[in-house]
């Protein structure tokens, strides 16, 4: 169940938000009052697969796991968004059912726009085609990047890269992340099992430590040289 409520400062909820960056103020505010205000808890759904694509949903706080199920019940993780990203371009344009399911791995606040008021702002406003095909585009690079990652990764390498990328832009000397052992194997595509080796092999180096349900990590720039990816 979805819960409803105002964000802190709704003059300024697009800020950052590349879809509608483009837009006159006076639009831009147009959108805000078309949007629905949500929050949702940790582990809550937003969406499942199949449901209809009926809003547009942009991220403002916390994190929400994309994903597919298989007929086994196994979770194939596709990303990880964060404000502010959105989600759900894709059954807005097409009309069709949503192509995957999402849930919360952190407590959330998002706006919610209707496909009518979207569809209705996209004609109104041809520039946002722009930044959809941006979105979709990028998109379709993730997961061309996650396939590579199966085929030219092992297992501790996909951890590492799924550690890096759950602790985002931040350049803190630690990361905590919240995040149980089943949702971090889901989303690197190993047992879990096999991930907690790998996370035990981390931490024999130094490079994170667990607190229960918490990782935290110490040394990010060993997880991403681990992962293959360039320094910063």
Same mark, same amino acid.
Request: net charge neutral.
């Given at each position: ?6 964000? !802190? $400062?709704?003059? $300024? ?15 831009? &505010?147009?959108? +805000? ?5 949500? /929050?949702?808890?940790? @582990? ?10 009926? =809003?547009? +949903? ?12 298989? !007929? /086994? @019940? ?8 964060? !404000?502010?990203?959105?989600?759900? #371009?894709? =059954? ?10 999402? #849930?919360?791995? #952190? ?18 406003? !041809? ?18 990047? &996650? ?9 501790? %390498? ?9 602790? @985002? ?7 905590? +992340? ?10 690197? %595509? %190993?047992?879990?099992? =096999? ?14 430590? /667990? ?16 992962? %293959?990816?360039?320094?910063?």
């Amino acid at each position: 169940m979805t819960v409803e409520g105002r964000l !802190p $400062d709704p003059g $300024d909820a697009l800020t950052g938000v590349e879809m509608f960056s483009g837009l006159d103020p006076d639009v831009r &505010q147009r959108v +805000i009052q078309a949007a629905v205000p949500r /929050t949702y808890r940790k @582990g809550q759904l937003l969406f499942v697969e199949n449901d209809p694509g009926e =809003s547009l +949903i942009v991220l403002k706080r916390g994190a929400v796991m994309v994903f597919r199920t298989a !007929p /086994t @019940g196994e979770r194939a993780v596709l990303s990880v968004i964060r !404000p502010p990203d959105t989600i759900g #371009e894709v =059954s807005l344009l097409d009309g069709a059912a949503r192509s995957a399911s999402a #849930e919360a791995i #952190e407590d959330c606040q998002a706006l919610a726009l209707s496909r009518h008021a979207f569809i209705e702002l996209v004609h109104q406003n !041809p520039r946002i085609l722009d930044a959809v095909m941006r979105s979709l585009g990028q998109l379709i690079r993730r997961l061309t990047e &996650q396939n590579a990652d199966h085929v030219f990764l092992d297992l501790p %390498g996909r951890v590492a890269k799924t550690l890096v990328r759950l602790a @985002g832009e931040t350049t803190a000397p630690m990361v905590t +992340i919240e995040l149980n052992q089943s949702q971090l194997a889901e989303m690197a %595509g %190993g047992s879990r099992q =096999s991930v907690n080796q790998a996370i035990g092999s981390f931490a024999s180096r130094g490079w994170l430590r /667990t607190e229960g349900r918490r990782i935290v990590v110490t040394d990010l720039s060993a997880l991403r040289r681990r992962a %293959g990816m360039p320094d910063r």
